[in-house]
């Protein structure tokens, strides 16, 4: 279980050879590619060594990805999945994902009336969501979640660590209204994490492994 987050984003960005070669696609090693304002992208924006820049407005139909690099997606556009090992994804406001938000190294951040219809999930990286609808769940290892408003339809699980190392606690903060209708899942009994639930944050489900801060 522990590396399941990992596993899947490493799987598909390792895909990244075959994708650049497939039609439709903007795709490049060692640069970075943007789709301007407005534009409209068929294929996926796949990149080895550069950064994905999405502008306002547009629409992307496909899998964006970056093994080194960030992800960035203008206010007011469609996307499909986003994945990164080592680079951010900053969303802006009032943008639809058609799919998952995935980063190994690297933080993950939406703006307000942000949709994302599948899950968010960090390895090292933490996760800042304002005033956004996760119709999935929310998966982390070793990274802070806040959540500022919004509503996170499934659960929120802090993954256990491989091997036996110091780790530092880790805070789950669901402020200002935010909904988590799922649990908060601990699966290391040995990892130190607090919920902090605060100006009407709630979680509808159990919280497993945690302390819960009011």
Request: net charge negative.
């Amino acid at each position: 279980m522990a590396n399941t987050t990992a596993q899947r984003i490493l799987i598909t960005v390792t895909l990244l050879t075959l994708a650049i070669a497939a039609s439709g696609c903007k795709a490049g090693v060692n640069r970075s590619l943007r789709v301007g304002d407005g534009e409209t992208v068929d294929g996926g924006m796949n990149t080895v060594n550069g950064s994905v820049r999405i502008g306002r407005d547009a629409t992307v139909n496909g899998t964006s990805r970056s093994v080194n690099g960030g992800i960035s997606v203008g206010e007011g556009s469609r996307v499909g999945s986003l994945s990164t090992v080592n680079g951010s994804i900053e969303v802006d406001d009032s943008v639809t994902v058609d799919g998952d938000l995935g980063s190994i190294n690297g933080s993950v951040e939406s703006g307000r009336g942000t949709k994302i219809d599948g899950d968010v999930s960090t390895v090292n990286g933490s996760l800042d969501l304002e005033d956004t609808e996760v119709r999935g769940g929310i998966t982390t290892r070793n990274g802070a979640v806040t959540l500022r408003g919004g509503r996170v339809r499934k659960d929120i699980v802090i993954e256990g660590r491989k091997g036996n190392g110091r780790s530092r606690k880790l805070t789950i903060r669901i402020l200002d209204g935010a909904v988590v209708e799922g649990d908060v899942i601990v699966e290391d009994e040995d990892r130190d994490v607090s919920v902090y639930l605060e100006d009407g944050g709630e979680v509808q489900g159990e919280i497993r492994g945690a302390e819960v801060v009011r």
